[in-house]
């Protein structure tokens, strides 16, 4: 029998079908190591461009945070025992976001203060996507892979760190809190775009290749 396909794939339900087969958890945990990893060089630059010596040591915990989630969600994928297919171009979610708000590396921090106040409420805004994501995949793994869950919750513990921190680090670079409201929800809008497309896209890419698991006719 064909499986039914849904309309959304970041939802309970599409999380369901995705982590309850093999293939598609593989990727999908795969796909977030991807995403944990995928800083464009921008930690990089934020230690070569912010001058305050306090924050250099919470960028270097957070660059050493992604990379060590990146490491964890690599040792789930090891356990399910399948072989993940790479991620195509096309669901870079990181490079969908650099491309749809327009930024590269050189003028990310042509404008000083200003330059540094819209990078960290562009990190935050995409931390509070994971820490609003991560939440629906742990709940979807419990069931068929409760140590991964276990690994996503402490994820999500550190995500959840992480907004914090970069809204004191935009709201201290911010020349006002109006300026700061502005461009969190550019940074919103513009996150919400590439997150969408990259949602569309992900789904095409998971019915194709046969990633979704039948939960059968209830679900
Ligand atoms: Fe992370
Ligand atoms: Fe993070």
């Known amino acids: 029998m064909q499986a ?3 309309a959304e794939l970041f939802t309970p339900v599409g999380y369901a079908r995705l982590l309850a087969s093999p293939r598609g958890r593989a990727f999908h945990l795969h796909w977030m190591a991807h995403a944990e990893e995928a800083d464009e060089g921008v930690f990089d630059e934020l230690l070569a461009h912010v001058d305050a010596p306090d924050l250099h040591k919470l960028i270097q915990i957070h660059a050493d945070d992604e990379t060590r989630h990146a490491r964890l969600l690599r040792e789930c994928v ?8 790479p991620v195509p171009d096309e669901l870079l979610y990181v490079e969908r976001l650099r491309r749809t708000a327009g930024a590269d590396l050189e003028s990310l921090f042509a404008n000083g203060a200003a330059s540094i106040m819209q990078i960290f409420a562009m990190l935050q805004v995409v931390e509070e996507r994971g820490v609003s994501q ?3 995949v742990e709940r979807a793994l419990r069931p068929v892979d409760p140590e991964s869950a276990g690994v996503v919750a402490g994820i999500i513990r550190d995500e959840r760190r992480h907004v914090q921190y970069a809204r004191a680090i935009s709201r201290r670079y911010a020349p006002d809190p109006a300026t700061l409201e502005l461009v969190l929800g550019l940074c919103r809008e513009v996150e919400g775009q590439a997150f969408a497309e990259n ?6 890419f998971a019915v194709t290749h046969g ?3 039948e939960l059968g006719a209830a679900r």
């Open 4 to 6: 039914a396909v849904p």
């Open 78 to 85: 090891a356990r399910v025992g399948v072989v993940p297919e």
């Open 134 to 136: 991560f939440p629906l």
């Open 199 to 204: 949602e569309r896209a992900y789904l095409r």
């Open 211 to 213: 990633l979704l698991a």
